[in-house]
């Protein structure tokens, strides 16, 4: 079956079920589109352009397909921005050197802001990363739930910009922003259907698509929203993950941004968070395993 058809649950004639006939926008679709341009301890990391599964910064599981069936039960309101000093290192875990929550102005527990306007910064400018992209990277914070297991876990999936933003037009393999805009077209919601989120075979870079592959019975969509509405679900998405696992919780009071930025320091590079190194015989049992199938031994 091509992929055209398989995102054809809209065509006349398809019986959708009552939650998708309201013609009415809910909280999560106006969240996306009205942005314009990860709290828990359980999230999805995509690092590799593999899915890892992640319990406290330790790696637990790893999925080695393309793609994952998800229902997406709510977004961060804001793209965040995050700025790294220094080189990357995999085997180092280093908290970002700035970021921001609204994509605005620096978070408040940043000591030395590298500007005092995202919009103004110079790490914001085109080519201060590798020559061609912005060393203040863009992303967003979505909580997840899987296909088949609606009452189970919440994860924290961040997304890179590339998954973020992209061709507006596209209605296979479509970024987050042309998918919210191709299920709004339906006047669907993007928690009333199962999405298949995908990696990109062709980027040299973690990139996700998404596109619809069933809408959810009523009693499943109950169970989506649900949970998506819960306290759970907005700590998922309150704050980016990185904020959590970079240790700002709990210590000194943050100094206030100046009215003048002096010029950055150093970032040092604090110690790994082991969030990409499984013990050999998790690692392997992971490999085989269906991810389905571990988490149901997974309890909050």
Same mark, same amino acid.
């Given at each position: 079956?091509?992929?055209?058809?398989?995102?054809?649950? =809209?065509?006349?004639?398809?019986?959708?079920?009552?939650?998708?006939?309201?013609?009415?926008?809910?909280?999560?679709?106006?969240?996306?589109?009205?942005?314009?341009?990860?709290?828990?301890?359980?999230?999805?990391?995509?690092?590799?352009?593999?899915?890892?599964?992640?319990?406290?910064?330790?790696?637990?599981?790893?999925?080695?397909?393309?793609?994952?069936?998800?229902?997406?039960?709510? &977004?961060?309101?804001?793209?965040? $921005?995050?700025?790294?000093?220094?080189?990357?290192?995999?085997? &180092?875990?280093?908290?970002?050197? *700035?970021?921001?929550?609204?994509?605005?102005?620096?978070?408040?527990?940043?000591?030395?802001?590298?500007?005092?306007?995202?919009?103004? *910064?110079?790490?914001?400018? %085109?080519?201060?990363?590798?020559?061609?992209?912005?060393? *203040?990277?863009?992303? $967003?914070?979505?909580?997840?739930?899987?296909?088949?297991?609606?009452?189970?876990?919440?994860?924290?999936?961040?997304?890179?910009?590339?998954?973020? =933003?992209?061709?507006?037009?596209?209605?296979?393999?479509?970024?987050?922003?042309?998918?919210?805009?191709?299920?709004?077209?339906?006047?669907?919601?993007?928690?009333?259907?199962?999405?298949?989120? %995908?990696?990109?075979?062709?980027?040299?870079?973690?990139?996700?698509?998404?596109?619809?592959?069933?809408?959810?019975?009523?009693?499943?969509?109950?169970?989506?929203?649900?949970?998506?509405?819960?306290?759970?679900?907005?700590?998922?998405?309150?704050?980016?993950?990185?904020?959590?696992?970079?240790?700002?919780?709990?210590?000194?009071?943050?100094?206030?941004?100046?009215?003048?930025?002096?010029?950055?320091?150093?970032?040092?590079?604090?110690?790994?968070?082991?969030?990409?190194?499984?013990?050999?015989?998790?690692?392997?049992?992971?490999?085989?395993?269906? &991810?389905?199938?571990?988490?149901?031994?997974?309890?909050?």
């Amino acid at each position: 079956m091509s992929e055209e058809k398989e995102v054809s649950l =809209f065509e006349k004639g398809v019986q959708l079920p009552a939650h998708m006939r309201t013609g009415e926008r809910d909280e999560l679709t106006r969240s996306l589109l009205g942005a314009g341009s990860g709290g828990g301890g359980k999230r999805i990391s995509i690092r590799g352009s593999v899915w890892r599964m992640m319990v406290d910064g330790e790696q637990i599981a790893v999925n080695e397909d393309k793609a994952m069936s998800l229902v997406i039960v709510r &977004v961060s309101q804001h793209t965040h $921005r995050t700025y790294y000093a220094g080189e990357y290192n995999a085997d &180092v875990f280093t908290p970002p050197a *700035c970021w921001s929550e609204d994509g605005k102005v620096p978070h408040s527990t940043i000591g030395q802001p590298q500007s005092n306007r995202c919009s103004t *910064c110079p790490q914001n400018v %085109k080519g201060s990363g590798n020559g061609k992209s912005r060393a *203040c990277q863009y992303s $967003r914070v979505a909580a997840v739930l899987l296909d088949g297991d609606l009452d189970g876990d919440i994860y924290t999936l961040k997304l890179p910009a590339m998954s973020i =933003f992209g061709d507006p037009k596209a209605e296979t393999n479509m970024s987050l922003e042309a998918y919210t805009r191709f299920l709004d077209k339906f006047k669907a919601s993007m928690i009333s259907v199962v999405t298949e989120a %995908k990696f990109d075979i062709n980027s040299s870079t973690p990139k996700i698509t998404f596109k619809p592959l069933r809408p959810l019975s009523d009693e499943e969509w109950e169970t989506a929203t649900r949970r998506g509405e819960s306290d759970e679900s907005k700590e998922c998405v309150a704050i980016p993950a990185y904020a959590s696992m970079g240790g700002y919780a709990g210590g000194p009071a943050p100094a206030p941004v100046p009215a003048s930025i002096p010029a950055p320091a150093p970032v040092p590079r604090g110690p790994k968070i082991a969030d990409n190194k499984a013990r050999p015989d998790e690692k392997i049992a992971a490999k085989e395993a269906n &991810v389905a199938d571990i988490l149901d031994g997974w309890d909050d």
